[in-house]
């Protein structure tokens, strides 16, 4: 085989891949639809809400955009939103041990709740904070960055009379109400900055941490 045949192989494979790869982050945003479905519809999922650039080498090829996963810790070597590919990939590929329970889950859900919450009417903090909340309680881990009082009442409001265990899904009747409850409350953040202001106070950044 010639050397661009080669390549052209090469790219054909990548391709596939990242076709495959777009099909799960797909079923995962159509979940996440499932269960904000008393919130709103969030529509259809679109990949150029997402960095799906090819990365080589550390290689960005489009620029970085302001996202909830960028940090600059060393406890999330794949924070970047550049990396939302290789977050479900590998999330994808632990699933059959591990579930929803890995970091990469994390980092993936918390791009795809945001730009949920986004859709929903959300914006700038207050969607970012949805989607930190949302990932914590769809993995049980927690995000190094900030937002940790939002994080905390999501949580609060999402287990709140029930036991607190991950595994719960997407078309629970308790989930949606759950979760429509949690969104009016955001919601109600947006409209009122003084209320947002005394209801969260962020004290500290936390490290990522399986809770």
């Known amino acids: 085989m010639e050397l661009e045949e080669l390549i052209q192989s090469e790219e054909n494979k990548e391709k596939e891949q990242l076709n495959l790869t777009l099909e799960i982050a797909e079923k ?23 960095m799906v650039g090819i990365i080589e080498e550390d290689l960005i090829v489009r620029l970085p955009k302001l996202s909830p996963t960028k940090s600059v810790s060393g406890y999330s ?18 699933f059959p041990e591990k579930g929803y329970r890995t970091t990469e889950a994390l980092y993936s859900f918390i ?15 207050i969607s970012m904070a949805f989607g ?31 036991f607190k265990h991950y595994d719960w899904e997407c078309d629970w ?3 949606k109400q759950a979760l429509r409850e949690i969104f009016d409350k955001f919601n109600s953040w947006q409209d009122d900055e003084v209320l947002y202001k005394k209801e969260s106070d962020p004290k500290k950044i936390v490290k990522p941490m399986l809770v």
């Not at 945003?29 to 150029?48: Q, Y």
């Not at 070597?77 to 632990?94: A, G, H, L, Q, V």
């Open 28 to 50: 995962e945003w159509n979940k996440i639809r499932e269960s904000l479905s008393l919130c709103g519809d969030i529509g259809e999922f679109s990949k150029e809400d997402y």
């Open 77 to 94: 070597p794949t924070f970047y939103p550049m990396y939302f590919i290789k977050n479900i990939e590998r999330m994808s590929e632990k």
């Open 111 to 125: 791009e795809l709740a945001t730009k949920a919450a986004e859709r929903l009417g959300l914006r700038g903090t």
């Open 132 to 162: 930190v909340g949302y990932a914590n309680v769809r993995t049980g881990w927690i995000a190094e960055k900030g937002l940790q009082k939002e994080r905390e009442i999501f949580e609060q409001m999402f287990f709140s009379g029930k």
């Open 173 to 175: 009747t308790s989930v």
